[in-house]
């Protein structure tokens, strides 16, 4: 039996507004797109209200989007439980948390401990206790689902993260929710996990952030040019460096998630949830720089099919324009974004990297090997 353990420490339609283009210093370009969307309202669905307590379960919950998720709900007034595999402590305080908030946080977050694999666990432990809600965060297979699904018969709402990634490539940007999905993209797992929620009948909402950022990020992402700003070392940008790309703050990440809970007009939706503005790679690098307070960064541009890297990662954002519109959230949920780009990494320099809290050490090989070129063509 597992044991559960207490701490102590009518359909509208919307147009996509005009959204800009931004290389950081401020320039903007307007894009008009337009992207019809009806809201249905499934037959039958169930709904949960928000502004009554809930029983809410976090399959992940203590990693980054977790941290800031499990807070919110909590402050809510909801109770919570974290499902890990206890490999990392359900309560750790967050940089700039007063001693009182943690200690307030810690005494009520629950943690149900198991591997979300051992399915027979999972549907035993999970009809065991009932929920009201799951936040899935960390499912990648649609066959991690579907024990959950069986297991909570009841559930009123199954709100999941899935991933921009999900959409195909287009010359057409930025995405929009009815966009071509890729079923061969390295995410096709959360796509098939929302045609398994579309196909069971539950009420359910899955969001699609884009690059998500902020303090305890622990992907390469800020992190990735702060160590190099930090070092006083160039940054290699990959091409032109003009290739455009989106980031969203982890705290607005997690409004969005609260803003689904409950919310009739998220049943059975998607939504895409990032910042509001558009960002080129070079005017990211020069972001990051104002952030931490650094010089004007010198950039190297480099041809990556000149170089073979292995299986090294030489950047951490693919070599294309990526960005998605999140106008529908904005519209249906009411959600907007608190922070603009160089806030949010001022935020996350601030709480992490201010602090020498760099989580991956620096690797600066590829760099080495872009920079050995660029001397050798110049000498």
Request: glycine share 8%; net charge neutral.
């Amino acid at each position: 039996m597992a044991k559960m353990m207490m701490l102590q420490q009518s359909q509208p339609s919307f147009s996509l507004l005009t959204s800009s283009l931004s290389d950081f210093n401020g320039a903007k370009l307007p894009l008009q797109v337009q992207c019809k969307r009806k809201v249905q309202q499934p037959k039958g669905a169930l709904y949960v209200s928000a502004s009554s307590e809930k029983k809410i379960l976090i399959m992940g919950g203590t990693r980054f989007i977790g941290i800031f998720l499990s807070r919110l709900l909590l402050k809510e007034g909801h109770q919570v439980t974290l499902f890990t595999r206890g490999k990392s402590p359900i309560a750790k305080q967050l940089p700039g948390e007063s001693d009182q908030d943690f200690a307030d946080f810690s005494s009520k977050i629950l943690h149900l401990k198991g591997d979300r694999k051992d399915y027979d666990f999972v549907k035993s432990s999970l009809s065991a206790e009932g929920f009201d809600v799951v936040y899935d965060i960390n499912g990648r297979e649609a066959e991690e689902v579907e024990p959950i699904l069986d297991a909570l018969p009841k559930l009123e709402q199954y709100i999941y993260c899935s991933s921009a990634g999900v959409y195909l490539k287009s010359d057409i940007l930025p995405h929009c929710e009815v966009d071509a999905v890729d079923p061969k993209s390295r995410h096709k797992g959360k796509l098939e996990t929302e045609s398994l929620l579309q196909s069971k009948g539950v009420n359910w909402t899955s969001i699609r952030p884009v690059y998500i950022y902020g303090p305890l990020n622990y992907n390469p992402v800020e992190e990735w040019f702060f160590h190099r700003l930090k070092a006083g070392r160039p940054i290699p940008v990959p091409n032109s460096g003009i290739q455009i790309s989106q980031l969203g703050h982890v705290k607005d990440l997690a409004t969005a998630f609260l803003a689904v809970l409950g919310n009739e007009k998220a049943s059975r939706e998607i939504f895409n949830i990032s910042g509001d503005k558009y960002v080129t790679f070079d005017g990211l690098a020069r972001a990051c720089a104002k952030a931490g307070g650094f010089p004007e960064p010198e950039i190297v541009h480099y041809n990556p099919k000149e170089f073979d890297f292995g299986k090294k990662k030489a950047f951490p954002f693919r070599d294309q324009h990526f960005f998605a519109s999140v106008e529908k959230a904005k519209h249906v949920l009411g959600w907007k974004p608190e922070f603009d780009l160089v806030e949010g990494l001022t935020d996350s320099y601030n709480l992490d990297f201010g602090r020498g809290t760099f989580r991956k050490e620096a690797d600066f090989t590829t760099d080495d090997m872009i920079l050995s070129k660029k001397l050798v063509l110049q000498s």
